[in-house]
C-alpha cells in the first residue's frame, strides 16, 4: 500500500488530500506570492541555503515577511523530505501575503502569511535528454518588469511552456530586443565559437539562477573562460554549444534552437564537463 502523501500547511503537516487554502488568499487572487524550488538529490537538499536566501530577498521585495529563519525553513524541508520517503526529486516552498477580503492594497493590520510545502519525486539525473540534447524554441518575452524576484505569477511562462510543448519541444527562450533575457524555467548559456562560456548578466530582466551561480563558480575553478554579456539569438544560432541551467534541469544540453542545429548536434565537451561538475559538487553537498 502507497503511503500517504504529505505537505506542509500553515504549521501543520497534512495529507495531500486533506490541505485546503481559502479562496480570498492573495496568492489565489493576484499571484500576490513568492516561491522556491530546491532539489533533492541522494536524499539531500542541493544548494539549498542559496535557494533560501533567494527566497528571503523576494519575500523582502514585495514586502512579504519572511515567516522563519534559514534553519527554521530547512528543518521543514527536511521533515517533509523525510515524510514522504523522497530521495531524488524536488522540494516546492510558497508563501503569500495570506487570507484577507478582496482589495488591491495590501491588508491592513497583522495579516499571517500563507506558507506551504510540498515535495516531487522525480529523477533529476536520469533524464534522456542529458544524453541526446533537449531542442528548444524562442519565444517574445512578455513578462513584467521585475523578472528578479520569483513571483509565483508565472501566466507568460506557462504560456511559453505550452508553446514549447506544442512544439514538441522541451524548453522555450524568451527574447527581449532581439537577445535572449532567459529560459520559461531555466538559466541560458551558450559556448562561442571562442570556446567562452556566455550567459547573460543578472539584472531585473532575468531571475539570478541559484544553479547559473554554482556552474559559474564550478566554471571559473575549471579555469573555463565565461563572459557574462547579451546573447543576441542569431549568436546562439550559431554557438559551438549550448545548455540552460535550473533547479530540476541541473545542467541541459541544448542542440537544436528554432529547428537550427547547434554545434555538431549532439551534447558539447564544455557542456558534459560542467553537468558532470555540477553533479559532482551536488552529491558533495
Known amino acids: 500500500m502507497t503511503a500517504p502523501r504529505i505537505v ?12 485546503r487554502v481559502p479562496i480570498m488568499d492573495r496568492g489565489f487572487l493576484f499571484a500576490d506570492g513568492i516561491y522556491e524550488v530546491s532539489a533533492i538529490l541522494d536524499g539531500k537538499l542541493v544548494d539549498n541555503a542559496a ?15 519572511n515567516p522563519h529563519d534559514a534553519a527554521g525553513w530547512e528543518r521543514l524541508q ?22 484577507a477580503e478582496r482589495d ?25 535528454l542529458a544524453e541526446t540534447g533537449a531542442r528548444i524554441i524562442t519565444v517574445e518575452d512578455l513578462r513584467w518588469k521585475r523578472r528578479d524576484i520569483k513571483s509565483v505569477a508565472l501566466l507568460a511562462q506557462v504560456l511559453a511552456k505550452q508553446q514549447a510543448a506544442e512544439a514538441g519541444v522541451a524548453e522555450a527562450w524568451m527574447v527581449e530586443d532581439g537577445a535572449v533575457t532567459e529560459g520559461s524555467s531555466s538559466t541560458a548559456f551558450i559556448v562561442s565559437r571562442e570556446r567562452v562560456l556566455v550567459t547573460r548578466p543578472l539584472s531585473t530582466a532575468l531571475l539570478p539562477g541559484i544553479t ?17 554579456r547579451l546573447i543576441p539569438v542569431a549568436e546562439a544560432y550559431e554557438a559551438q554549444e549550448a545548455f540552460y541551467t535550473s533547479a530540476s534541469a541541473f545542467v541541459m544540453p541544448v542542440v537544436e534552437i528554432d529547428n537550427r542545429t547547434i554545434g555538431e548536434g549532439r551534447p558539447g565537451p564544455i557542456t558534459r564537463r560542467m553537468r558532470a561538475l555540477y553533479i559532482e ?5
Open 212 to 228: 547559473r551561480a554554482a556552474v559559474l563558480r564550478l566554471a571559473q575553478e575549471a579555469d573555463l573562460r565565461i563572459e557574462e
Open 8 to 19: 506542509y500547511l500553515n504549521g501543520e503537516f497534512v495529507p495531500f488530500e486533506q490541505a
Open 78 to 99: 527536511t521533515e517533509l523530505v523525510a515524510r514522504n520517503g523522497v530521495t531524488e526529486g524536488l522540494v516546492y516552498m510558497q508563501v503569500t501575503r495570506g487570507v
Open 281 to 285: 559538487a551536488a552529491r558533495q553537498g
Open 51 to 65: 535557494h533560501l536566501a533567494r527566497l528571503d530577498r523576494s519575500l523582502g521585495e514585495i514586502g512579504i515577511r
Open 104 to 128: 488591491f492594497a495590501f491588508p491592513k493590520g497583522d495579516v499571517a502569511p500563507t506558507v506551504m510545502m510540498f515535495t516531487q519525486a522525480k529523477s533529476v539525473l536520469a533524464n534522456p
